[in-house]
Every structure is written in structure tokens, then in C-alpha cells.
């Protein structure tokens, strides 16, 4: 068998093997599965495996099948990880703790939405284009994971995922994380980016893989999410997998990335666009007025 024959085999192999489990490979070790309009990873250690966000509250049954199908039966993550804690990423996130019995993981800057303390600010349907106008129906409350959420490490390393960085991310919440790979340069971006365009209702059918900005209505913070893109637009990544949008691999990805960064732009109006969202790690503490201009910064607290 020829060199190339193997090649071809073993894609074929693997594309058989993802159709089986619902899951697509991404790099090694590493899957990808969408669950309606958003993706979850399954990420191999050396222990089984970690589960990187959740998906929608009810797609705990398409995870656990797809956990079993492609590790084995009864088969299940050391943990899970969240890269925040919006309802499309953290929405099965305790079922699925409970049933396995393990910890979920998450930001300090995201543990209020995570414990009952806060909600998440309102989300900005302003902008226009197909995900703000979806956006109008999207919950913005937090949750309550009591004693299974754990804060991540100052340190960016949890003891169940060896090898990998998580870093702090933020500009779509305050306490968004992206994972990152050095060994074969492998970025889990959650929504810090899309790899689609979400303002397009084409794009919502066809899932053309192009970098774009993360999320507007629920993007609270337009000065850090550029800082962010910038940062992982810097570790030159192989392969990008995000919340939104089919996995980017491909050896121009690295540039394809760089391009998007030095062009990375808010939308022309919003809420958010000029003013963020401010908050601690008590939560929300202010929201600029809906209308909110370049001029003039007027903070609203929550209980005006």
C-alpha cells in the first residue's frame, strides 16, 4: 500500500469513525460536536477525557451518547470546563456534572453567573443582522452549580488536562477563557471568535469558514475582545475550534487568523460598542444606557 493509500485510508477511517460517535477531529486527541448552533469538544487525556463547554440546556443526552459511542460504554469526561457560562455553553453543564459526579471549571470572573449572584448584562439586539435579531429570545440569566463549580487556577493548568494552557479571554463576558495546545499549536477559542459569520442568515444554512467577530448581542466588552483576538492571533494556531462555526485547520490558518485580527472591527452601533459592561467578581455592577454614545459614558446600575 502506497503512502498516499494510507493517508486516504486513515481520513477515511476517522471520518467513519466521527459519523459513528457524532464527533469530527479536530487534531489529535481532540473532537468536535455541534449541538443545534453551537459546538462542544471532548478533549483526550491520559486519564480518558475532559469536556469543554456543554451546549444547550436538554443536549445532555446527544453528549453522554456521543461520550459512549466514541470512548466506550459507561464512559465518561474527569471534568468539564467551561469557556463561560452563556445558556448556549453552560446549559447542560450540571446534569451532566450530577450524572457523572465530577467538577465543572470556570473563570473567577465568571463564578457569579455560575453560583446564583449575578445575571449576565442585557444582551444588544441593536446591531441588526441574524444573531441579534435570534438574540431577542435568548435568556440572559446565570445559574446555580452550587459545589460543583470550581474556580480555575490562577496558574491556567487544572491536574485533569495536562499539556494545555487555559488562558483568560475576555471582551464576549468578563471571565471568557480560551484553551490553547503549544505541542501542535491547537486553539479552543469558545466564542472569543466565530468561524462563520453569525450576522449572516446565509451563513446560519451554509457555515462558510471565515474568522469572525465573537457573538455582538451578548459581547459586552468591544476593547477587550480585540485585545483577545490579538493574543491568539499571536500563538500562530494550527487549528482553531470555536463555540460558533466548524473547526478552522489548514496550513493558512495561522494567517487567515492574523488577517482578522489587524482587521478586527465592532459593529458600527450597540450598546456595548463604545462602552463596556463593568464587573467584578461579585458580578455585573453596571451596563451603559441603551443608547449610550462616544461622547457622553453614562453607567446605569442595575436597579435603576
Not at 4 to 14: A, C, G, M, R, Y
Not at 42 to 52: A, N, S
Not at 175 to 201: C, P, Q, V, Y
Amino acid at each position: 500500500m502506497t503512502q498516499f493509500s494510507k493517508i486516504v485510508l486513515e481520513t477515511q477511517e476517522t471520518k467513519e469513525e466521527s459519523a459513528a460517535s457524532g464527533l469530527t477531529k479536530v487534531a489529535d486527541g481532540v473532537f468536535h460536536t455541534k449541538i443545534i448552533f453551537v459546538g462542544a469538544y471532548f478533549v483526550d487525556t491520559p486519564d480518558g477525557c475532559v469536556l469543554i463547554d456543554t451546549g444547550l440546556p436538554l443536549s445532555g443526552g446527544k453528549i453522554r451518547r456521543a461520550a459512549e459511542n466514541h470512548y466506550g460504554a459507561n464512559s465518561k469526561p474527569s471534568a468539564i470546563i467551561l469557556t463561560h457560562g452563556h445558556f448556549d455553553h453552560a446549559g447542560a453543564a450540571l446534569a451532566l456534572a450530577e450524572q457523572w459526579n465530577i467538577h465543572i471549571y470556570a473563570h473567577r470572573l465568571e463564578m457569579p453567573y455560575l453560583t446564583g449572584k449575578s445575571d449576565y448584562p442585557p444582551q444588544d439586539p441593536t446591531m441588526g443582522g441574524a444573531i441579534a435579531q435570534m438574540a431577542r429570545f435568548f435568556p440572559r440569566g446565570g445559574y446555580d452549580f452550587g459545589s460543583r463549580v470550581h474556580q480555575i487556577p490562577e496558574s491556567g493548568r487544572i491536574a485533569e488536562m495536562p499539556g494545555w494552557k487555559i488562558l483568560h479571554t475576555p471582551g464576549h463576558t468578563a471571565g471568557h477563557i480560551s484553551l490553547w495546545r503549544e505541542s501542535d499549536k491547537t486553539l479552543l477559542a469558545g466564542d472569543a471568535l466565530a468561524t462563520m459569520n453569525l450576522d449572516s442568515w446565509t451563513s446560519q444554512i451554509t457555515e462558510k469558514r471565515e474568522f469572525c467577530n465573537p457573538p455582538a448581542p451578548f459581547t459586552t466588552d468591544w476593547q477587550s475582545a480585540r485585545r483577545s483576538v490579538e493574543l491568539l492571533a499571536d500563538l500562530e494556531p494550527n487549528q482553531v475550534g470555536a463555540g460558533h462555526g466548524q473547526p478552522m485547520t489548514g496550513a493558512d490558518t495561522a494567517r487567515r487568523l492574523k488577517e482578522f485580527a489587524c482587521n478586527f472591527a465592532p459593529p458600527r452601533k450597540g450598546r456595548y460598542v463604545n462602552n463596556p459592561a463593568i464587573a467584578d467578581e461579585s458580578g455585573v455592577i453596571a451596563v451603559p444606557r441603551r443608547f449610550a454614545t462616544t461622547s457622553k459614558l453614562s453607567l446605569a446600575l442595575l436597579s435603576s
